[in-house]
């Protein structure tokens, strides 16, 4: 194992939670959004989206892009899955603070639709739905304008509402193309050192060189241990440090 930086706690499950319920909050309320979500802001509206298409019975859909912003209670013991938590910057009110961006296509006339909600984490920030969705997918699905792939699409005729957000940090910082990214805060020991620990690289036919998730914490190759397998199911035969 290859000691490395702790620089950012994660916590998919948690953050995913809160991802669905704030998307949901988006679409369907206008009280007080769950999760210690404080705020949410709507960056790009689309209505109608799919260039005006409307599916027969369900209508025609739009898109809502933004950013939601919450805070978790690092005391709270529901909290204590996440990593390095208490050791996060806290605001004035003692809450750790996080934003993500989220994407949502939904029936513009939710009478109209299933009352079902398609939710999507995306991969490192990328959007996955098109086979599922029969081919209506990209960074974009809500521009696609063919009428013969929206008229055969999976989800929409069925009058889902579907949404993506944001939980990866190695999605980046870019929202470039409707990328959608998460902002969380680097933890630190209590005295402000950075944090460190064991980190586990699993790394496929990476070519000349490799680069770590996090930067290691030393660059001694007495504190590393490199192993090799060719099947997945094969014993870990060590590496020696001459290579």
């Excluded at 994407?103 to 098109?130: A, Q, V």
């Excluded at 013969?148 to 949404?163: R, V």
């Excluded at 190695?170 to 980190?199: E, K, V």
Aim: charged letters at 15%; glycine letters at 8%.
């Amino acid at each position: 194992m290859t000691p490395k930086l702790t620089a950012r706690f994660t916590a998919f499950m948690r953050f995913g939670f809160a991802c669905v319920l704030v998307t949901a909050a988006a679409i369907y309320v206008t009280a007080p959004a769950y999760a210690h979500v404080r705020k949410i802001q709507i960056t790009a509206k689309d209505s109608p989206a799919f260039g005006g298409y409307s599916w027969p019975g369900v209508g025609q859909y739009e898109k809502i892009v933004g950013k939601a912003f919450g805070e978790l209670d690092p005391n709270d013991p529901k909290n204590a899955i996440i990593v390095d938590l208490r050791l996060a910057p806290r605001n004035a009110n003692g809450k750790v603070e996080y934003s993500f961006d989220f994407y949502i296509l939904k029936p513009i006339d939710l009478t109209k639709g299933n009352h079902k909600m398609l939710y999507e984490p995306p991969n490192r920030g990328r959007k996955t739905i098109s086979a599922l969705n029969r081919g209506v997918g990209g960074e974009d699905p809500g521009s696609v304008t063919d009428a013969s792939l929206l008229a055969n699409a999976f989800l929409m005729p069925q009058g889902y509402s579907i949404s993506f957000s944001g939980w990866d940090v190695s999605a980046g910082t870019s929202t470039a193309n409707f990328n959608t990214t998460i902002t969380l805060p680097i933890a630190r020991n209590s005295d402000g050192s950075p944090i460190t620990g064991p980190s586990y690289e699993y790394i496929v036919n990476p070519g000349a060189s490799y680069e770590l998730t996090y930067p290691a914490a030393t660059l001694d190759q007495s504190q590393a241990t490199l192993t090799h397998r060719a099947h997945l199911n094969d014993v870990p035969q060590i590496v020696p440090a001459s290579g």
